[in-house]
């Protein structure tokens, strides 16, 4: 007589878009929760890529993830892949999901992965979100995995070209990620001790910058370091692109918005610029401790939340507690920068109102 336990369900997992650190956080949270709760988990590469043709996948296990939240990028790889621009994608995501007998799935994302997984879950998929990006721009929580490592990554570079810029008594532009919300720049700039920052949320006038940096020097203060976020615009002016070209959601690729202010600034201050753009590096290496711990809590729930059945949710961080949050009303809140947040930074590096 053959024993066989009850049959054991399946949770597909993907992780899209850019990558964060605390990725693997969050895959080993969800891996090591549903496999306690009786659950297979299945590992689909590439983001929603993993899901079309004939699906690319590999079932997760604890060995597997052992160690992992302690790496940076994502063991499943990811893309910016929409299915929802891709004749019958949908539908092969649906086939891929039937196929592989996935109950539910983990779609780990920003903007855009959860917003296909919101279309899926209208669509009748039993899909469970976990909100992602360094620029720490979803509504709903308080702060995404992945911020907190890249903050530290560039509050580290902001803070160590000091010695060259004071040096060589020059300006230096320091371009960082964000495309709609300074966040990032906001908390690498004061952290690092930039002496202006410039984030999408507020326009800036260059007239304005040049005054900061003559009262630096008539304080003695020969260099100066500008924070300044790609998304930043002149205010009467538009984002700077690298190129025109946008991808499957949608977006084009900003940059260059340093290089174009450092040309402006040495021609109306007559003093010596240089810019850096700091670009992928933000997004790479190991996950800060708090990173690996976001990651793996948020991981922990979102495996929870699909055996309650909590399917259209995002798990959130809101304080101290993770919650479950409806995917639409996060989805549809951009986390911006609040004035006040922005006025009280201003009062250490003195761009006058
Ligand atoms: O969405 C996060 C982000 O890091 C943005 O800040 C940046 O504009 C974008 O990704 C860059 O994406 P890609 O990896 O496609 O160059």
Redesign the pocket.
Known sequence: MSITGPKKKQIGVLTG??DAPGLNAVIRGITTRAISLGYDVLGFKKGWAGLLGEGEHHVLDLDEVEDIHMMGGTILHTS?TNPYKLDDGVEQVKKNLKKYKCDALIAIG?EDTLGVAWKLHKDGIKVVGVPK???NDVGATDYTFGFDTAVNTAAEAIHKLHTTAASHNRVLLVEV???HAGWLTLHAGIAGGAHVILIPEEKYDVAEICKVIRRREEAGKYYTIIAIS?GALPKDGDMTLQTQEKDSFGHV??GGVAEKLSKEIEELTGKECRHVVLG?LQ?SGHPSAFDRVLGTRLGYHAAEMVDKGEFGQIAALRGEDILSVDMKKALGELKIVPKKRYEEAKVFFGIES
């Open positions: 878009g850019g910016r920003g990006t360094i620029d990620m964000g495309r790609e690729r900003l992928h997004r």
